[in-house]
């Protein structure tokens, strides 16, 4: 049997406030800054990866450190800049 892809949607928002341990209030002010970005069913229903839960868990720890929203988007920004360079330097050399 195969892995399932990280990047794959198949959460509701329920489960990944479950999972992750977040409430989904805050799940959805995630979305609203622009911190994580689920994929949407046809019908509109948010849905989550591992990936996505992974992010969460980036933002609530960051968040713990005491860094507020705006901080976090700059924080996650840069993070996501960094491995993309990364990606294309390992794309280089193959």
Do not use: H, W
């Not at 959460?11 to 406030?17: D, K, L, W």
């Not at 341990?21 to 994580?36: D, I, Q, W």
């Not at 700059?74 to 990364?86: F, H, Q, S, T, W």
């Amino acid at each position: 049997m195969s892995e399932r892809d990280p990047s794959m949607p198949v959460y509701g928002i329920a489960v990944a406030a479950q999972l992750s341990g977040v409430p989904e209030a805050s799940l959805r002010l995630f979305e609203a800054k622009g911190l994580v970005t689920p994929a949407r069913s046809d019908g509109g229903t948010r849905r989550y990866s591992d990936d996505d839960l992974e992010r969460i868990r980036r933002v609530t720890g960051l968040r713990v450190e005491g860094i507020n929203i705006v901080g976090i988007r700059r924080v996650l920004d840069l993070e996501d800049e960094n491995a993309g360079l990364r990606d294309e330097l390992a794309d280089g050399r193959s």
